[in-house]
């Protein structure tokens, strides 16, 4: 097989600003490395704030002409992009697996769904509407125009290097915004990526422009400083997410937030044991557990905990670990040593505080950033795991004998993202859907990432929603006009 980085030549390893491919004004760079291997696959442009504010000025220039096109010539360039992503998506998933760890098999399911952002506000594109109506009291007319909110700053997380971004890009351009995008610093290549192809399906200069740097703090703060950028989109951790709201109250910024979660899988004693297996096996191992709607934590009725925790362990323990572009990998590596650091401290004082683990719970040896599925079941409540966000390939489980007991627990978290419910009594998952306090549940499901649901958190999870109608609300501005008709 060919390197995955042949994809992007080195002249688009660099900043996308307006119609340029070009290094950063001090002309830095930084490392992005194979998480697998530890090993450097690519020197990025480390952009300062004078680059961030050049995107700034492109997004802000650009902003007029591009509101002004029609709505229809702005859905036919999203629809390329999803045909480009489509056709190339076997290189942008080795990409994606190249810089971030996932399987292949996850990374091409990454593309799919992030392609489909793209087809999906095409078609809202063209059916963005107004009001026009009769004043209660009579007397005049309410007409109420949408308009694009401005250029657009966004950044995104390194766990799904492309549809993290893309369920940004595509809404927004819809609406005929602008945008800046900052990757993470540890996947900026598939961002870099998904421009080029976005430059190459035709998308005017100035309105996708993508700043790759290793000073997040100073460029963003410098973007949100500056009264030309109207909206934030930030998709990571609620600690950074509480930062940039800080910063975005200064100018009054539109912001939508995506952000972390500690997410219930609640399987009942009457559940489909089979639907609950497949279902929590999706919800915790999807994305290698780096998925912020994974599940973190997993409550078993106590007549069924045995056979399911049994059969839960057999079908973790059968995964196999490896590097992601490697054939039969389910488990590739995790983003970074830290991240297998805290996993691996989380563990340790699960079982310091009495828990027990029934696979896995050992860090191998040898090069990358590796980490087993591991169960661990007599969780004690005070276990740093039910309140932190594991994100990796660890499942503690814990028993419960009344939904009221589950319900209280489950929500005893700052967050709100997601939760999961395996029963086959419809008025008990109605319950539970009500009851848990999260933007999304999962009934008898383990995905329920879809473009077209709105995807978000209530708490401290974020605000408002990405992907569905309700995605591209997230960009337009309402004007009401009152018109005088007697
Ligand atoms: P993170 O540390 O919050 O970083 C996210 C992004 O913010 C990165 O681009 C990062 O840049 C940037 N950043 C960090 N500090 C910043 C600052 N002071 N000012 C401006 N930007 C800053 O999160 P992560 O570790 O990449 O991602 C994992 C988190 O994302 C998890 O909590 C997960 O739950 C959450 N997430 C949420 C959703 C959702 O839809 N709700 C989806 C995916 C992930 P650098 O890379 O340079 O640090």
Same mark, same amino acid.
């Given at each position: ?13 660099r ?7 070009r290094?950063?004004?001090?002309? #830095? ?16 442009a ?5 680059d961030?504010?050049?995107?700034l000025d ?37 990409? =994606? ?33 107004g ?11 309410i007409l ?11 950044v995104?997380?390194?766990n799904?290097?492309?549809a ?15 945008t =800046? ?13 998904? #421009?080029?192809?976005?430059?190459? #399906? ?24 500056d ?38 899988? +609640?399987v009942?004693?009457?559940?489909d044991?089979?639907v ?20 973190? &934590? ?19 323990? #059968? ?5 992601g572009l ?19 401290e ?9 828990? &027990? ?21 007599d969780?004690?409540e005070?276990a &740093?795991m ?10 503690? =489980? ?5 939904d ?10 700052e ?7 395996f029963?086959?009594?419809?008025q ?10 999260t933007?999304?549940?999962? +009934? ?18 974020? =605000? ?6 309700e ?5 337009l501005?309402?004007?009401?006009a ?5």
């Open positions: 097989m060919s390197d995955p980085m042949n994809v992007l030549a080195p002249e688009h390893r900043l996308r600003i307006g119609d340029a491919w290094d950063a004004a001090g002309a #830095a760079t930084f490392a992005v490395e194979d998480p697998a291997t530890g090993k450097t696959i690519a020197e990025v480390d952009a300062d704030v004078v961030g504010l050049a995107a492109v997004a802000s220039k650009a902003m007029a002409e591009w509101a002004a096109t029609p709505p229809r010539e702005r859905s036919e360039l999203l629809t390329a992009t999803y045909r480009a992503l489509t056709e190339r998506s076997e290189e942008v998933a080795r990409l =994606i697996t190249l810089e971030m760890g996932k399987p292949l098999a996850e990374a091409r399911g990454e593309v799919a769904y992030g392609a489909e952002f793209f087809r999906w506000f095409a078609e809202e594109a063209v059916r963005v509407e009001r026009y109506n009769t004043a209660p009291a009579g007397g005049y007319r109420t125009v949408p308009k694009p909110v401005g250029p657009c700053v966004f995104t997380p390194w799904f290097p492309l993290m971004g893309a369920r940004k890009i595509a809404p927004a351009l819809a609406a005929g915004c602008t =800046i995008t900052k990757p993470a610093a540890q996947t900026p290549l598939t961002m870099l990526f998904l #421009a080029r192809i976005m430059e190459e #399906a035709g998308v005017p200069p100035g309105v996708v422009n993508v700043v790759t740097t290793r000073r997040a703090g100073e460029v963003v703060s410098a973007l949100l400083a009264r030309r950028t109207r909206k934030l989109s930030f998709t990571g951790s609620t600690e950074v997410g509480r930062v940039l709201l800080r910063q975005a109250a200064d100018n009054v910024l539109r912001t939508s937030m995506e952000l972390g979660g500690n997410a219930a899988l +609640i009942c004693a009457d559940a044991l089979d609950a297996l497949d279902g929590a096996m999706v919800a915790k191992m999807r994305n290698i557990g780096e998925s912020c709607i994974a599940a973190n &934590r997993v409550y078993v009725e106590e007549p069924v905990r045995e056979e399911f925790t049994a059969r839960f362990a057999q079908r973790m323990g #059968a995964l196999s670990v490896g590097h490697d054939d039969g990998v389910d488990v590739g590596a995790l983003i970074d040593e830290a991240s297998v650091t805290k996993i691996d989380l563990v340790a004082d699960a079982v310091d505080r009495g828990a &027990r683990v029934v696979v896995g719970g050992e860090r191998p040896d040898g090069p990358g950033y590796f980490y087993p599925p591991t169960v661990l079941v969780v004690p005070d &740093r039910l309140e932190a966000e594991i994100f990796g390939p660890v499942a503690p =489980i814990i028993s419960f004998t009344s009221d007991e589950v319900m209280a627990k489950a929500n005893d978290t967050h709100g993202l997601a939760g999961y419910v029963t086959r009594d419809l008990r998952a109605l319950r539970f859907t009500e009851g848990l306090e933007g999304m549940v999962g +009934i008898n499901r383990g995905l329920i990432s879809d473009p077209s649901a709105p995807f978000g958190g209530v708490k401290q999870s974020g =605000i408002g929603k990405e992907g569905s109608h995605g591209i609300l997230e960009y501005d309402v004007t009401y009152a018109i005088d008709l007697p």
